[in-house]
């Protein structure tokens, strides 16, 4: 039976869900004294020689990169690089490249399977993304060319190298940039082999290597036949994984150039050729070849990505934020006397709309200024709007779509979606309070995930306020088990 909570919430029943696979975002390296001992050892002899060293190399890298494109006219460059150039300098390139990495520690490249040629598969996507050693699958790949930020040509020496390899560049301040790069692959990619293979890591951004995140569809535009390439790192103890929570990258590189020596294994799969539906379908098709390399990974495809700068898993329509901005929110309603349960009937109706940011923190004893923000905009949008007609208040989608991305992170749009589709029964264009509380309590699957988040912990935790993702109910268990909820390390 659900256990009635003050102020109207009742959280369900939470129902047990399949075991999850480790977090993707987090990785945690854990180090014996005698490790710890070699490591400071070896980082003090190994790691500034190597470090220094391969500065050299990078920036020994740059009079290749420039002399390749030196008077090329931009038109030029739409076409690729052929003649003395591209032998004098591709090959330069290639070559200091992987004394690069040799340097680094990287002394072995395993390389499996065989790669596709560019009229066989003009796409080439890499994964798991877990470091920003990953470019070294550049090297057995010929250096295919890339798709980058257009923010890194101002990078010293990589904006070079980005200019070298005829990168596709994208700028995300501009909208009209991601049409332009969509364009540009489809033109490389049924060129008939006249450019050579564009490589993406179609994850977008680094896991551990312990799930796959969702594909984004950008490699798959196109809709010809792409090749998956593996990539692993074999060594005894994983310091090259770069994760949204872990070691920093100056951490991760001193660790990895105290090693004698790393290993990475690059593995070419079969050429995937899509089917009609999937070449159509870029979503549809990234789904696919994520199964197919995950499979040959031995490890999860999961419905996990980035959007913004949060880890978000998929629930229904709802993207939804492993770290919400706002956590506890049935504690914070029950001590403002706020809850939705009294909104209409409480002796001061109104009083979020009433009182000042001030008196609201003051009240509910709050300090930091993001949750005092998020709460107050919170109570502001909760059935705020009068009724056209009568003395009832709706929720509409503004504030719904508030609602949700500060109790759940979710994005918007997807929140506005389903707003309409929960008002479609009653033609209306807001929710009324019982409707809300019918949907956020009662709903088969989202009521689940209201009551998991409305939740206070079991425990208190003085590092994280976040549930255990691996109890019943948890987001974890309402994704199919995708994705076990971060925990916050104490800095």
């Not at 072995?108 to 994964?127: D, K, T």
């Not at 912990?457 to 309402?478: C, E, F, H, W, Y």
């Amino acid at each position: 039976m659900s256990q009635e909570t003050p102020g109207g919430w009742a959280p369900l029943d939470p129902t047990p869900g399949p075991s999850a696979p480790p977090n993707p975002f987090v990785h945690e390296l854990h180090l014996s004294r005698l490790q710890r001992v070699k490591f400071c050892l070896l980082g003090a002899l190994l790691a500034p020689i190597r470090v220094l060293l391969a500065f050299i190399v990078l920036f020994l890298l740059w009079p290749f990169a420039w002399l390749q494109v030196a008077g090329l006219t931009e038109e030029q460059l739409q076409e690729p690089i052929t003649g003395w150039r591209k032998t004098i300098c591709h090959n330069g390139v290639l070559g200091l490249s992987r004394l690069l990495f040799f340097l680094l520690g990287f002394l072995r490249i395993r390389v499996r399977g065989q790669r596709a040629s560019c009229l066989e598969a003009p796409v080439l996507v890499a994964a798991p993304h877990s470091t920003f050693f990953d470019p070294i699958v550049l090297l057995p790949c010929d250096l295919p060319k890339v798709v980058s930020r257009a923010e890194n040509l101002s990078v010293p020496v990589i904006g070079a190298l980005l200019r070298f390899n005829q990168a596709i560049l994208v700028s995300r301040h501009d909208p009209a940039s991601r049409r332009r790069v969509v364009e540009e692959v489809r033109r490389r990619a049924t060129s008939g082999g006249k450019w050579p293979q564009v490589l993406f890591f179609p994850e977008g951004t680094c896991s551990n290597k312990k799930a796959l995140l969702k594909f984004k569809p950008g490699a798959f535009i196109s809709g010809v036949p792409v090749q998956p390439v593996l990539i692993r790192y074999p060594n005894s103890l994983d310091t090259t994984s770069w994760a949204w929570r872990g070691p920093g990258v100056l951490k991760v590189l001193w660790l990895t150039a105290s090693q004698p020596c790393s290993i990475v294994e690059v593995e070419f799969l079969p050429v995937y050729q899509p089917s009609p539906e999937e070449s159509k379908d870029p979503t549809l098709y990234a789904n696919s070849v994520q199964r197919v390399m995950a499979q040959a990974l031995g490890i999860p495809a999961t419905e996990c990505e980035f959007v913004g700068s949060l880890p978000v898993i998929v629930v229904g329509q709802l993207k939804v934020a492993l770290e919400p901005q706002l956590w506890e929110l049935g504690k914070v309603l029950r001590k403002a006397g706020l809850s939705p349960g009294c909104v209409d009937t409480g002796a001061e109706p109104g009083r979020s709309r009433m009182i000042s940011q001030e008196e609201f923190a003051r009240q509910l004893q709050l300090s930091d200024p993001q949750t005092v923000a998020g709460a107050f905009s919170y109570f502001q949008q909760l059935f705020a709007e009068e009724q056209a007609e009568g003395p009832g208040r709706l929720l509409y989608k503004d504030g719904f779509s508030t609602i949700l991305h500060l109790l759940l992170g979710s994005p918007c749009p997807a929140a506005m979606t389903l707003h309409a589709e929960l008002c479609q029964p009653g033609c209306s264009q807001g929710l009324s309070l019982s409707q809300f509380q019918n949907f956020s309590l009662h709903d088969p699957l989202y009521g689940k995930l209201f009551s998991t988040y409305l939740r206070p912990p079991l425990k208190p935790r003085s590092t994280s306020q976040i549930p255990n993702a691996s109890s019943p109910g948890s987001p974890t268990a309402l994704a199919n088990g995708t994705v076990q909820a971060p925990k916050q390390k104490g800095d």
